[in-house]
């Protein structure tokens, strides 16, 4: 599943709401790509998946939902749609995220 995963992962780190079909919806999906995100650096920290695949995909999915976040806070988000609660980009909720994102070890 994971390797599913990353294979529909797009270029700016987001999962789309269709995984098979990323351009009928081109807005960012931020639950599922904070879950998958997640899931595969829980995977990582585990010894399930394999570091050296999966810590590229953790950390770009990281990295989208920081940059949204960020953009959100600046009031530049390009689309309604792509709205974010003050829970997702809480500090708080990205400094859980964060510490249990694998080191680059």
Avoid at 72 to 89: K, Y
Wanted: glycine share 10%; with cysteine.
């Amino acid at each position: 599943m994971a390797e599913s995963l990353a294979m529909r992962q797009q270029a700016d780190g987001f999962w789309r709401p269709n995984l098979d079909d990323p351009e009928q919806h081109k807005d960012w999906e931020s639950s599922g790509t904070g879950f998958f995100s997640y899931g595969i650096a829980w995977g990582i920290n585990n010894g399930i998946l394999d570091r050296e695949r999966f810590l590229p995909v953790a950390r770009k999915g990281w990295a989208a939902l920081a940059l949204g976040c960020q953009r959100r806070r600046q009031g530049r988000m390009e689309s309604t749609s792509r709205r974010w609660s003050r829970q997702s980009c809480g500090s708080r909720h990205l400094e859980i995220w964060y510490r249990d994102l694998p080191s680059s070890r």
